[in-house]
């Protein structure tokens, strides 16, 4: 039964009032860059330092991001937040919201792993957190609140094979207890369910199974006489037969009306796919019995898609199954990855599946709402996925991404907002003044749109485009472009417009090229414009590279409407991105840095000027080239990112900056320090030859030197 598994009319995008919370730690090392002495570019193409090294004044050091386990939400606006802190001992803390994410405070933390994470009402929570020893002995300590969590308490020290709790009222609750989780050796994994009546303190078996099972229980179900209803779910999970075929793996649905004293087969179903020791489930009830199961197995999984990562409904209270169909709107060889499933108080139903980023197109994160006409397919999450999620109701979510950021939604799924960590840009970076910038991007988000206007203290989501947002140019604070991109669209790749700061915006039209990568667009203040059209590269991952040929397009209204170009006079050498343009003079003129790679493989920055380039130009070939940024005729920057050899916990960015085309260029070097799970590329952006922002975790540093000193905001 379980499966294998010419315009576009003007749109003005207004601001999301996305506000995150600023509840994260700042990074406890702050240093200022390092600086170096200048060079000159010989008639060979080659830096001549005046000086023999760059001296370090100090470190960089990025926020790391925590691990966040679990949320959950009993009400709308009130709930609870489960997680690990970015770095230090092992140490669960549980955080609490009742203004629907937008304030946290922390309400208990202590030596240990998070585990599970459950809530009934605003009143009453759980945690089950793992002691932080290694003895076999070694329990699981159970806290909970009933005072919406002004004490937390420990009331039970569960067996170390217990990893998941889930009360159903403020006094019934069960836990799920897996053998491999104490003994890694087992070929065989036996589950069992333990049942709770008194709000946790104490805990009975009520059923046991060969491999691992999973059980959900009514929240109406009278516990007073012991007469609770549950519902379970019991696997089988494949083994090697003689002739080193796997055996059928099956899943056995069956309930309880007297809290487990006696239980009755409801539903038995195979699946195609060999289930394993690994696989996970969730049971979904509501007063008609048992409706929902999803079932997924992380070892059936390949780079296309998963065997087991299924969605299952029944209309009968679990007695028949039928796999739902969550149909994908981005259809293409790609399966789903992974599903979760959480059911609302109200009958509806969220789902989330994933794609596979190594192997499949974007977008890597689906998302589907269950309500009175079936299923729906929501805005997907482009460049995450989504790992947890707690339903509210059939308008208000929250879900944890792949990237440990907690998001809330309350139009439905329309729109998500960051909540958790603070709101901080991982997309392009395009800094306007010394106290304004514009970024592309959250972790969350990938058409988010953030600025800043406090010299990078703090970051706010101003507006929300649809897609993956690959470029913004801001000819001044006001008035600037953007271009998205939709791999399900007819015209993928759209032109955006604000002239409030990126508030709003309209949709100006699709850029030209069909179904080829753009780099760009860059547009002037009065209309002048260019953009680069290539073959090959990914659309979402800046710089990816492409292969000939590419061509220029230019426009003179804004990005109204595009005239096609020659190519661009790359000869034998291959455009390795990114590049940048700038325009200049009257009539303008433009200038272009790009990276290219050469005939001989070798990575150099190439620049080309005029309205029909003839050809190309390298600058010094010792220049660590991975970014670039053309300000105006002959000021820029070049930098690139090296790992000093044995330090796998810095990076060093190679900063140049020239203001003759070129000619002379000075060095600077900006130690990083970046822990594991931290971004792995900074974001660099100036807004002239002196002024400059770099985001490396949840901080934002500033130079006013060209890139010398770098200081905190």
Known sequence: MLRRSRYVPALAIAACGLIAAAVSAPPSFLASASTSTAGTVSTAGTVSTAGSTVSTAGTIAAGQPPTLTAVAFPAPD??????????????????????????????????????????????????????AGSKPACGREL??????????????????????????????????????????????????????????????????GAGPVFATASASSDTSSGGATLWAAKTVPSVSEPD???????????????????????????????????????????????????????LSCAMHGCDVADLLHSGDGGQSWAVVTLKDSNADDCSPDGIVFSAAADDSGWAATGRNGAACAAPFGLMYRYGPAGWQQLPPFQLTQVSSLDAVSQNVAYAITGTDVLVRTA???????????????????????????????????????????????????????????TQLDFANPSDGVAASYQASQTAPWQLWQTLDGGIT?????????GGADIYGPWIAANGQGLLLTVTGGNPVEAGSGSIAPVRVWTTADGGSTWSRGGLFPLGRDTLDGPASFSYWGSPARWSSWLVVVTASYQQRV?????????SL??????????????????TGFVWGLESPAGRPDQTIVSLYRTTD?????????????????????????????????????STTWRTSDGGRAWTPS
């Open 78 to 131: 009130a709930g609870w937040l489960l997680g690990q802190p970015a770095s230090g001992p092992a140490r669960a803390e549980i955080w609490h919201s009742g203004t629907a994410g937008q304030t946290w405070q922390l309400q208990w933390q202590g030596a240990g792993t998070a585990l599970s994470l459950t809530a009934t009402d605003p009143a009453h929570a759980w945690a089950l957190v793992g002691c």
């Open 606 to 614: 190439a620049a080309a000027a005029g309205r029909a380039p003839k």
């Open 411 to 469: 139009d439905g799924g329309q729109h998500w907002a960051q909540l958790r960590p603070a709101v901080v840009p991982v997309g392009q970076l395009d800094a306007l003044s010394a106290d304004t910038a514009l970024a592309a991007q959250d972790a969350g988000d990938a058409g988010a749109i953030l600025r800043s206007s406090d010299g990078g203290r703090s970051w706010a989501v101003v507006a929300d485009l649809p897609g993956v947002v």
């Open 661 to 697: 085309n070129g000619r002379q260029w000075r060095h600077s070097d900006i130690r990083l320090a970046i822990a594991a799970g931290s971004p792995a590329s900074p974001l660099l952006g100036f807004s002239d030859a002196n002024h400059g922002w770099l985001v490396l975790g």
């Open 505 to 513: 915006w309209a949709a100006t039209g699709p850029l030209p090229g």
């Open 244 to 298: 080193g075929r796997p055996s059928a793996s099956t899943v056995t649905f069956v309930t309880s009306t007297n809290g487990g004293r006696s239980w009755q087969t409801l539903d038995k179903v195979t699946s195609p796919g060999p289930l394993t020791p690994a696989v996970q489930l969730s049971l979904a009830a509501d007063p008609s019995g048992l409706t929902w199961a999803s079932v997924f197995d992380p």
């Open 617 to 634: 130009s390298l600058l010094a070939s010792s220049l660590d080239a991975g970014q670039v940024q053309l300000l105006g005729r002959g």
């Open 143 to 208: 806290l909970a609140t009933t005072d919406g969590g002004l004490r937390w308490r420990v009331i039970a020290t569960l067996p170390r094979a217990v990893n998941q709790v889930q009360f159903f009222s403020g006094q019934l609750g069960l836990a799920t207890s897996d053998s491999c989780l104490t003994d890694r050796s087992l070929a065989r994994c036996p589950g069992q369910i333990l049942l709770s009546r008194d709000g946790g303190a104490r805990w009975t078996p009520v059923l046991s």
